[in-house]
C-alpha cells in the first residue's frame, strides 16, 4: 500500500526557514516523479512543484510564487522526499502535501504557519 | 499558465439524484503523445484530496462507479449518478499536460440539501 507521510511543519517567523520531508513506502521510490501542493486555509489547491526520478534527469519545476525561495530534492536511499522553505512569508501558511506523480497519491500533509 | 475554470462553485443536490461539475481549460489539453492528462479530485471535509479519475476518463483503484468523467480538448465533465451522503466535499480538476506549472480548478463544493 502507497504511504506518504509528511513531517517539519511548525510555526516560523517570517524570513525564516523551515524543511519539509516526505516518508515513502509500497512503492518504488527511485522510480517516481514526486510533487509538493499546498493549500492555504480555506482555499484552494496549488502546485509547488516536481522532481523527476533519477533515471528521467533528477530535476526539479517549481511555481512562481516560490522559485529561488523553495529547493524539492529527494534522498533515494532514504526514500524521502524533501522541500526546503526559505525566506518565508505569512502568505506561505498552508498545509503541504507530498504526492506521487501527477497528484495520484497524497500524504496527509504538515501544517506550516508563517507568523510574528 | 493555463487557466482551469470549474463551475458552478457550489452545488446542492439531493441524495440519489445525479450530480456535474463542469471544468474548461483555457487550452487545449491534448498532449503531444495523444493523451490528455487532465484528473479530478475529490477532498472530503477534514481530509487530504483522493484523485478520482485521471486522464479524463479513468477510475483510480477504489472508486465507485457511480462517479465517471468525460470531456475532450478543452471542456470535462465529472458526474456523479447518484450522490451519496460520503460524497459530500470539495471537488477539484487538475490539468498536468502543460507544465509548470501544474494547474487546479477553483473547487466545486458539493453539499447535500
Known amino acids: 500500500e502507497v504511504q506518504l507521510v509528511e513531517s517539519g511543519g511548525g510555526l516560523v517567523k517570517p524570513g525564516g526557514s523551515l524543511r519539509l520531508s516526505c516518508a515513502a513506502s509500497?512503492?518504488?521510490?527511485?522510480?517516481?516523479?514526486m510533487s509538493w501542493v499546498r493549500q492555504a486555509p480555506g482555499k484552494g489547491l496549488e502546485w509547488l512543484g516536481h522532481i523527476k526520478s533519477k533515471t528521467d534527469g533528477g530535476t526539479t519545476d517549481c511555481a512562481a510564487p516560490v522559485k529561488g525561495r523553495f529547493t524539492i530534492s529527494r534522498d533515494d536511499s532514504k526514500n524521502t522526499l524533501y522541500l526546503q522553505m526559505n525566506s518565508l512569508k505569512t502568505e506561505d501558511t498552508a498545509v503541504y502535501y507530498c504526492a506521487t506523480g501527477m497528484a495520484g497519491r497524497w500524504g496527509q500533509g504538515t501544517l506550516v504557519t508563517v507568523s510574528s | 499558465d493555463v487557466v482551469m475554470t470549474q463551475s458552478p462553485l457550489s452545488l446542492p443536490v439531493t441524495l440519489g439524484q445525479p450530480a456535474s461539475i463542469s471544468c474548461r481549460s483555457s487550452q487545449s489539453l491534448v498532449y503531444s503523445d495523444g493523451n490528455t492528462y487532465l484528473n479530478w479530485f475529490q477532498q472530503r471535509p477534514g481530509q487530504s484530496p483522493r484523485r478520482l479519475i485521471y486522464?479524463?476518463?479513468n477510475r483510480d483503484s477504489g472508486v465507485p462507479d457511480r462517479f465517471s468523467g468525460s470531456g475532450s480538448g478543452t471542456d470535462f465533465t465529472l458526474k456523479i449518478s447518484r450522490v451519496e451522503a460520503e460524497d459530500v466535499g470539495v471537488y477539484y480538476c487538475?490539468?498536468?499536460?502543460?507544465?509548470?506549472?501544474?494547474?487546479f480548478g477553483q473547487g466545486t463544493k458539493v453539499e447535500i440539501k
Open positions: 486522464k479524463v476518463s
Open positions: 487538475m490539468q498536468g499536460t502543460h507544465w509548470p506549472p501544474v494547474t
Open positions: 509500497g512503492f518504488t521510490f527511485s522510480n517516481a516523479w
